[in-house]
């Protein structure tokens, strides 16, 4: 079959990768199988362990041998992970399905990127993060549509065909994706593989360890995925148990999420639209005062989301929080593609600042699930928004940088 132009198929993948919903893995989570908070962050922190122990082995590989392959088994994996959680009943094969999904998700985190850069140049590359964030949009709407209206007829069925297309995906790069910008790193004729892959990965660490604006967007990263994890595995518990549903409107929790969800992807696709422009505009420096901007406005609606009393607030809250959110990632690769000047060693830096966010996650995980069983699920998500303090202070110390890597920068020892 014949391989397609990188832009046609990156933009095709971002359609359809977007159109599985969490959405309704988490009401099944909680509605059906009734997990409890710690099992609910247990799920995540198993993810995130795997994502912590595989992220930089499985960039590596891709910098050394093939970035199509790698995402070729990650997505496969991810989907076959997904499909599977829609079929199983105990919360011990669910967090264990989990971690095999955050495995999965390591050979796609940094090959995806890097893959990108490599075919269409890093000059290409905000730009068209962006307008695939804006398909993404698209796709999610379409997924919602489906998949929210599959599960009003069964919720497993909904999860399984979420967990279908992504699978589809990976097949689908086997056969389409071209590979023509990549070139491997070079290797002696009779150096064994694993020898190759630990260079690879030592000529990462010191690219990082190198440049203080790239240590700096790496430390950021563990405390964004400290909050994230807490956020991403309470907020429907959150108004399930605390908030409570609007009785007078008679629908499903799969309804009201689906509602939120597609507003703010309605107000997430013009967003966007405005962003590409200022992103194809502005300088590095500006780039990064978007970032901060976005992670600033998450901190602060985080907070009010924690404390919201009634349905009205918490939806406003997380309208706005998946709105900042959807848009933080295109603009944060961006700035990270823009610091890594080496494309050998580009899959592999990816992966290690991947690999910040799910130390995050795993170590902060545990912590904040305890946290919302002994006092309470609003205490533990506002834990969650205050840890993303020290990112803030991390992006401010990029700023002063020019949001750039200076040109005689010295080791950050301290750090």
Same mark, same amino acid.
């Given at each position: 079959?014949?391989?397609?132009?990188?832009?046609?198929?990156f933009?095709?993948?971002?359609?359809?990768?977007?159109m599985?919903t969490w959405i309704v893995v988490?009401?099944?989570?909680?509605?059906? /199988?009734h997990?409890?908070p710690?099992?609910?962050?247990l799920?995540?922190?198993?993810?995130?362990a *795997?994502?912590?122990c595989?992220?930089?082995?499985?960039?590596?590989?891709?910098?050394?041998?093939?970035?199509?392959a790698?995402?070729?088994v990650? #997505?496969v994996?991810m989907?076959?992970?997904w499909?599977?959680?829609?079929?199983?009943?105990?919360?011990?094969a669910?967090?264990g399905?989990?971690?095999?999904?955050?495995?999965?998700?390591?050979?796609?985190?940094?090959?995806?990127?890097?893959?990108?850069a490599d075919?269409i140049?890093?000059?290409?590359?905000g730009p068209?993060?962006?307008?695939?964030?804006?398909?993404?949009?698209?796709?999610?709407?379409?997924?919602l549509?489906?998949?929210?209206?599959?599960?009003?007829v069964? /919720?497993?069925?909904?999860?399984? *065909?979420?967990?279908a297309?992504?699978?589809?995906?990976g097949?689908?790069?086997?056969l389409?994706m071209?590979?023509?910008?990549?070139?491997?790193?070079?290797?002696?004729?009779d150096?064994?593989?694993?020898?190759?892959?630990?260079?690879?990965?030592?000529?990462?660490?010191?690219f990082?360890r190198a440049?203080?604006?790239?240590?700096?967007?790496?430390a950021?990263?563990?405390?964004?995925g400290?909050?994230?994890?807490?956020?991403?595995?309470?907020?429907?518990?959150?108004?399930?148990?605390?908030?409570g549903?609007?009785?007078?409107?008679?629908?499903g929790?799969?309804?009201w999420?689906?509602?939120v969800?597609?507003?703010?992807?309605?107000f997430?696709?013009?967003a966007?639209?405005?962003?590409?422009?200022?992103?194809?505009?502005r300088?590095s420096?500006?780039?990064?005062?978007?970032l901060? #901007?976005l992670?600033?406005?998450?901190?602060?609606?985080e907070?009010?989301?924690?404390?919201?009393g009634?349905?009205?607030v918490?939806?406003?809250?997380?309208?706005?929080?998946?709105?900042?959110?959807s848009?933080?990632?295109?603009?944060y690769?961006?700035w990270?593609?823009a610091?890594?000047?080496?494309?050998?060693?580009?899959a592999t830096?990816?992966?290690?600042?991947?690999?910040?966010?799910?130390v995050?996650?795993a170590a902060?995980g545990?912590?904040l699930?305890?946290v919302?069983?002994a006092?309470?699920?609003?205490?533990?998500?506002? *834990?969650g928004?205050?840890?993303?303090?020290?990112?803030?202070?991390f992006?401010?110390?990029a700023?002063?940088?020019?949001?750039r890597?200076p040109?005689?920068?010295?080791?950050?020892?301290a750090?």
């Amino acid at each position: 079959m014949r391989r397609q132009p990188a832009l046609r198929v990156f933009y095709a993948l971002e359609l359809l990768l977007s159109m599985p919903t969490w959405i309704v893995v988490s009401i099944h989570l909680v509605r059906d /199988l009734h997990l409890s908070p710690l099992e609910l962050v247990l799920m995540g922190t198993a993810m995130e362990a *795997a994502v912590f122990c595989f992220e930089v082995p499985t960039g590596v590989v891709a910098d050394t041998y093939s970035r199509r392959a790698s995402l070729a088994v990650g #997505f496969v994996g991810m989907g076959a992970a997904w499909v599977a959680v829609g079929l199983v009943d105990s919360a011990a094969a669910v967090i264990g399905l989990w971690a095999f999904w955050g495995l999965s998700y390591t050979f796609t985190s940094g090959a995806y990127q890097a893959w990108l850069a490599d075919e269409i140049g890093v000059d290409r590359l905000g730009p068209a993060l962006l307008r695939g964030a804006r398909l993404g949009f698209v796709g999610t709407l379409v997924g919602l549509a489906g998949l929210v209206a599959l599960s009003s007829v069964s /919720l497993r069925a909904s999860v399984v *065909a979420g967990g279908a297309i992504t699978l589809l995906c990976g097949i689908g790069t086997i056969l389409l994706m071209p590979e023509e910008g990549f070139t491997p790193r070079e290797r002696g004729a009779d150096a064994a593989p694993w020898r190759e892959l630990v260079a690879t990965a030592a000529a990462g660490a010191r690219f990082v360890r190198a440049r203080t604006l790239l240590v700096l967007l790496v430390a950021s990263e563990l405390f964004a995925g400290m909050s994230s994890e807490a956020y991403d595995r309470l907020r429907d518990a959150h108004v399930l148990r605390d908030i409570g549903l609007p009785r007078s409107v008679h629908l499903g929790p799969a309804w009201w999420f689906g509602a939120v969800a597609a507003a703010a992807t309605v107000f997430g696709f013009a967003a966007v639209s405005v962003l590409i422009r200022r992103v194809e505009q502005r300088s590095s420096r500006e780039v990064a005062r978007i970032l901060v #901007f976005l992670l600033g406005v998450v901190f602060a609606v985080e907070l009010l989301f924690a404390q919201a009393g009634g349905f009205g607030v918490a939806l406003a809250a997380i309208l706005v929080i998946s709105l900042a959110r959807s848009l933080l990632y295109p603009v944060y690769m961006t700035w990270l593609n823009a610091q890594i000047d080496d494309s050998s060693v580009r899959a592999t830096v990816i992966s290690i600042a991947g690999q910040a966010d799910a130390v995050g996650q795993a170590a902060g995980g545990p912590a904040l699930g305890a946290v919302g069983n002994a006092w309470g699920i609003r205490t533990a998500l506002t *834990a969650g928004a205050l840890v993303l303090l020290p990112a803030l202070g991390f992006y401010g110390r990029a700023l002063a940088h020019n949001g750039r890597e200076p040109e005689l920068a010295a080791l950050p020892e301290a750090t």
